[in-house]
Structures are given as C-alpha cells and as structure tokens.
C-alpha cells in the first residue's frame, strides 16, 4: 500500500483545529487507502454564514467555527473527487485512525452514531442506515460525507455541520 502525507496546504488548514482531531487526520493519511487533502478546518463565522446561506451547511453552530471539524476530501490524479465510493475510503481511514489514537469522531455521512463506534461495518452501509433512520423517522438526511468532528460534550447538544 500506498503511504500518503499531508501537503502544506492541508497542513495549514489545520491551523487552528483542536490538537486531538489534528492527530487523528495526521494519522489517517498514513493508513488510508486513498490520498486525501484537507480543503477546510477552523471557519470564521462570516464563512459559516456564507455556507449556510448556499445550503451547503445547516447550522450557524458548526463545529468548524470551534476548530472541533474538518472537511476531507481525496485527492485522486491531481484533482479534489467527490465521490461517495472514495469518501467511504476517508472515512475508513479516520474511522481506523480515531480509534489508534483513541479520539472518538462523528461524520457527516452518519450524524447520529459515532464513527468510530461502527465495527467493521462499509461506511457505505453506516450512512445507508443512516439515511434510512431519518427517512423512518419522518426526517430527511443531511449527508456531508467529507465532514469530520469531535464530538460535541452531552450537556452542550448536537448541530450538524
């Protein structure tokens, strides 16, 4: 297999990330099947205002403004993809690497269980379920599979990215 690194500019984006999710994205690269950049990490609230804005966020209480999330995305022949099949192939790899580093996370392809709590399971089958649990619950899903957090402590609630 194939050991990626983080470039500088992934490197720079994690400025400002909470050093527990630092660790796990800087161990993941290392174990992923599939080179991976990161294309955000600490977001300013006028950023988050205008993700919102564009419908490509859902809250003004994003783990991003904290520095708690980070967005992944592979990185295939030079170019950033956005495909599922290789969003599941980070996910694997930050699912394996939370776990080395003992760091629990939450992903955006599966909000309402923690990633690092899915077994062995595809990441495609957890955000299948996933999805199927919203739509059973009368909801729709909201799925950011390149979305990464620590999770946010019990007492202070929960927010999609």
Not at 5 to 17: A, D, K, M, P, Q
Not at 42 to 68: D, N, P, Y
Request: charged content about 25%; glycine content about 10%.
């Amino acid at each position: 297999m194939t050991m990626f690194i983080l470039g500088r500019t992934s490197l720079s984006r994690l400025e400002g990330v909470h050093p527990d999710l630092v660790r796990v994205v800087k161990r993941a690269i290392t174990v992923s099947a599939v080179d991976f950049s990161v294309v955000e990490g600490r977001r300013t609230v006028a950023r988050q205002r205008e993700l919102l804005a564009a419908g490509a966020s859902r809250t003004m209480a994003s783990r991003h403004i904290t520095g708690h999330a980070v967005d992944l995305a592979p990185w295939v022949g030079g170019a950033l993809r956005w495909d599922w099949p290789l969003v599941h192939r980070v996910a694997a790899a930050m699912r394996q690497a939370g776990r080395l580093e003992q760091v629990p996370l939450r992903w955006g392809g599966a909000w309402d269980v923690a990633l690092t709590d899915t077994g062995d399971a595809d990441p495609e089958a957890v955000s299948q379920a996933y999805a199927d649990r919203r739509r059973a619950a009368g909801g729709r899903p909201f799925l950011d599979g390149p979305h990464f957090e620590l999770p946010v402590p019990a007492a202070a609630g929960r927010a999609a990215a």
